[in-house]
Nanobody, 124 residues
């Protein structure tokens, strides 16, 4: 059974940092891309970052320079280091996994499996 579990969310003041983890079971990362998405109340789910099966990464413009995605394949875990957090980063953050067959990494439809989400709240 494929399962993704996020952790590391919480409450932090503006300018602070959090590191999210996404641990996968039931599959290995070799052929999968892993994406991070977030959804704030009343807003659509938006792509934040991804790491492809060959290690390529990219970020949404809103987080570029502040967030860093990385993976530890031995632990089947992907991380999202979030620095210089802003109140507008407040959202539920989800990780997702999809077989890496195209480059539609920022589209939720690309992904087959989703975690349950972890809340990130940034106070001003």
């Amino acid at each position: 059974e494929v399962q993704l579990v996020e952790s590391g969310g919480g409450l932090v003041q503006a300018g602070g940092s959090l590191k999210l983890s996404c641990t996968a079971s039931g599959f290995t990362f070799d052929d999968y891309a892993i994406g991070w998405f977030r959804q704030a109340p009343g807003k659509d789910r938006e792509g934040v970052s991804y790491i492809s099966s060959d290690g390529s990464t990219d970020y949404a413009d809103s987080v570029k320079g502040r967030f860093t995605i990385s993976s530890d394949n031995a632990k089947n875990t992907v991380y999202l280091q979030m620095n210089s957090l802003k109140p507008e980063d407040t959202a539920v953050y989800y990780c997702a996994a999809g077989v890496d067959y195209s480059n539609a990494y920022f589209y939720p439809e690309f992904y087959d499996h989703w975690g349950q989400g972890t809340q990130v709240t940034v106070s001003s």
